[in-house]
């Protein structure tokens, strides 16, 4: 009886040691970083060169400080000045990442997806397109925030998106024809709003309407569906 208890144990251990090791494992924050600078490399060829330069910029100021302004602490402020370097490092390395990640899928259709994934408070979005012509690849997203109704163009100029969004407005005004409909048309031709600046163009939108507005109009939104 013992040794079957023991021999219970011994498999349950070896079954949990198998079970954690069998997982994925997520990657290195090293490994992370590196994957973002590739990225950005990619897009940004000089990206080593702004990273260098900050750096260099950084410890320059603190050995600057500690052998005139502190005198006797060369040393420490070197080493602060490295460590704030780094910071500043992540920082550029987060904010030319992102414009990277976005300038290499903005030509694809469907990439204002990319953008509105990113808008959450305060905003509630369509999942799905709530329009769309399949022969020019156009779409238009729609989502409801205290600027009233938005609708967020994604496709070629012309007559066939000009269409959609005429529609969609109509369909729009007819359940909630008090509130203010936005129109945003994202690209990078003259007029439009790049992919990489769409999110925040969309969050600076003047507000219009109050919250309980709000909630009355996307119970509305969600009753046309997409």
């Given at each position: 009886m013992a040794k079957t208890r023991s021999t219970s144990s011994s498999s349950q251990r070896r079954d949990k040691r198998s079970g954690s090791s069998g997982g994925e494992?997520?990657?290195?924050?090293?490994k992370q970083i590196w994957d973002v600078?590739?990225?950005?490399h990619e897009v940004f060829p000089l990206i080593w060169l702004w990273l260098a330069g900050a750096m260099v910029l950084f410890?320059?100021?603190g050995l600057g400080l500690g052998l005139f302004a502190w005198k006797g602490h060369a040393v420490y402020m070197t080493v602060l000045g490295l460590m704030v370097g780094l910071v500043a490092d992540m920082f550029l390395l987060m904010n030319r990442g992102e414009k990277a990640a976005y300038r290499r899928i903005e030509d694809q259709p469907g990439a204002a997806t990319?953008?509105?994934?990113?808008?959450?408070?305060?905003?509630?979005?369509?999942?799905?397109?709530?329009?769309?012509?399949?022969?020019?690849?156009?779409?238009?997203?729609?989502?409801?925030?205290?600027?009233g109704i938005v609708l967020?163009?994604?496709?070629?100029?012309?007559?066939?998106?000009?269409?959609?969004?005429?529609?969609?407005?109509?369909?729009?005004s007819r359940v909630a024809p008090e509130i203010p409909i936005t129109v945003l048309h994202c690209g990078k031709g003259e007029g439009q709003i790049k992919l990489e600046k769409l999110s925040r163009h969309i969050k600076h939108l003047p507000?219009?309407?109050?919250?309980?507005?709000?909630?009355?109009?996307?119970?509305?939104?969600?009753s046309l569906g997409a």
């Open positions: 494992k997520k990657p290195r924050w090293y600078y590739k990225v950005t410890i320059a100021i990319a953008a509105i994934g990113q808008i959450r408070r305060g905003w509630s979005f369509e999942s799905e397109p709530v329009a769309a012509d399949q022969r020019t690849r156009s779409f238009i997203f729609r989502g409801v925030g205290r600027p967020v163009t994604d496709g070629p100029e012309g007559a066939r998106l000009n269409k959609l969004i005429t529609d969609e407005r109509r369909k729009v507000r219009k309407i109050s919250k309980a507005e709000l909630g009355v109009v996307e119970n509305r939104m969600k």
